[in-house]
């Protein structure tokens, strides 16, 4: 088994910045992609962006060039940068995590999420 704790959300003002973490623990080698979701209120659950072990990486292509995703193996803790932050992406943050690569990954395990509130 494998547990997901994310951290880092709260409220931040339009234009600002946000970093989430999410630690795994348990039986990490099972884990060879990670990903960050998000789901805003009456809307359905998005992918935001994507890592496998080896580093690459996937986004979804609204958010590119805002949104960084990182993986530090050493700490086994996924990261999602997010800049010039709009009201628009305010949602839940959810941390998830599975076996498979960065393009196709099978996600078997799942945070409780982190709020992000962005205020205009």
């Known amino acids: 088994q494998v547990q997901l704790v994310e951290s880092g959300g709260g409220s931040v003002q339009s234009g600002g910045s946000q970093r989430l973490s999410c630690t795994a623990s348990?039986?990490?080698?099972?884990?060879?992609?990670m990903a960050w979701f998000r789901q805003a209120p009456g809307k359905e659950r998005e992918e935001v962006a994507v890592?496998?072990?080896?580093?690459?990486?996937r986004y979804t292509d609204s958010l590119k060039g805002r949104f960084t995703i990182s993986l530090d193996n050493a700490k086994n803790t996924l990261y999602l940068q997010m800049n010039s932050l709009k009201p628009e992406d305010t949602a839940m943050y959810y941390c998830?995590?599975?076996?498979?690569?960065?393009?196709?990954?099978?996600?078997?395990?799942w945070g409780q999420g982190t709020q992000v509130t962005v205020s205009s």
């Open positions: 998830a995590a599975g076996s498979g690569n960065w393009y196709f990954c099978v996600y078997n395990y």
């Open positions: 348990g039986y990490t080698s099972s884990i060879h992609c």
């Open positions: 890592i496998g072990s080896d580093g690459n990486t």
